[in-house]
């Protein structure tokens, strides 16, 4: 049951074979043993997560149970959950109990019949590529637990990684899901920006969020995000069409498909071996019917200078919110209303989120606002085209998910400008709000390689084919870190 695929444990849960209950134990006494050397949950409540698989075992038995109706979950601590503790990784939110549900958590538990087994460690407020900014300490990586999980959602990746959960949430921003996904070994998928309610999701970047999910294979994921999407009135960025179901295509053959090569994923800036593999991974999809051909993202380039204007922007915007009034940590000692402000605020976050609120709000103060944040939004515009005539030659495009495999805690804690080139391959994507993914794709000195698959828009269910096509040819997203 540990190694189990989503279905295999949804067809266990309703031939009787296995009780919600039973399964929710089996991973939370997995949680206890493990999570102390991997810290990939930040918050665990046994007590509800067994009501919970106690709640969807009685929709079983009643017949009224959903495809994953009492299979165990983790959630990125982004996600507001009603009477849990949702923390955002920040000293800030330490002590916040939610009293209201994320849309996607209701749909998930409420709707579907997941069971949440708890809350997964992440960067503070989503800002990071390591894992390591968070207030309750780094995760470390189940390949190697000296190195990274990536993130921001690297306890999702650990926990799915070590089997702590068989799926869990993620969020992405510039790449949050996909880059732990290929550092971790996990199959990972960002969804076309507003499929997926940001609803109760706290606020990094509001025109650059997305939640999705993460898991072992492309069916596991397929599946989850069929509990995550629709349309929802509260979120003012979800689109409303038609709900898909993304495993109807899974078994579709890949006979002419066309996959486009940007040439500037393919020059320098990517680890020799890493490419190798990626490589390897093109070539097997070359045997299953697709054919390659050479596409351009001419301003790619500019992706990381134009995400680190909007994204701090709005995230300065986003984090004003937090002041030490309403809810979230006030400082002990003030002398002033003012006073109370900057205590609080320079107590609760930390150095990471700091350096990202201070360039936003100097990106939009008066006299530099045209010169930055205005060019940059070109400049977003720009790489949105690039990605419109790149899909008129191909149908899917693929590249490598991060430049390297996992690097070791510590190694650019120092250096913001290094940490923020992890993500150069998958920002993009996100500006221009298209659906992207990660697949194992193979191994570099036993750590893994992922391999991005980037869609066109609402493309999510043929890039899920796409990868489901591949993982049935190849075996690396079967292959486990041994935590123990």
Known sequence: MINASL????????AKKISSVELSTLFLDRIERLNPTLNAFVTVDREKSLKMAVAADARIAAGTAGPLTGVPIAQKDIFCADGWRTTCGSKMLANFISPYDATVIRKMHAEAGLVS????????????????????????????????????SGGSAAAVAARLAPAATGTDTGGSIRQPAALCNLTGLKPTYGVVSR???????????????????????????NTMVGFDE??????????????????KPLNGLRI?????FFGEGCDADVMAAVRAAIA??????????????????????????????????????????????????????????????????????????????????HGYYDAYYLQAQRIRRLIANDFVEAFKQCDVIMGPTSPSTAFKLGEKAADPVQMYLSDIYTIAVNLAGLPGMSIPCGFVGGLPVGLQLIGNYFAEGQLLNVAHRYQQATDWHQRRAAIE
């Open 7 to 14: 279905r295999e444990l949804s067809q266990a849960l309703a």
């Open 117 to 152: 087994l708890g809350k997964t460690n992440m960067d503070e407020f989503a800002m990071g590529s390591s894992n390591e900014t968070s207030f309750f300490g780094p995760v470390r990586n189940p390949w190697d637990t000296e190195r990274v999980p990536g993130g921001s």
């Open 199 to 225: 609803y109760g999701m706290i606020a990094f970047a509001s025109s650059l969020d997305q939640g999705g999910p993460m898991a072992a294979s492309a069916e596991d994921c397929a599946l989850l995000l």
């Open 234 to 251: 509260r979120d003012s960025t979800s689109l409303e069409r038609p709900v898909e179901d993304y495993t109807r295509d899974l078994e």
């Open 260 to 264: 486009g090569l940007p040439k500037e």
């Open 284 to 365: 097997e999809y070359e045997k299953l019917g697709a054919t390659c051909v050479e596409v351009s993202l001419p301003n790619s380039h500019l992706s990381v200078p134009a995400y680190y204007v909007i994204a701090p922007a709005e995230a300065s915007s986003n984090l004003s919110r937090f002041d030490g009034v309403r809810y979230g940590y006030r400082a002990p000692d003030y002398g002033n209303l003012d006073d109370m402000y900057m205590k609080s605020r320079a107590q609760g976050f930390g150095a990471e989120v700091k350096r990202r609120i201070l360039i936003g709000a100097y990106v939009l103060s």
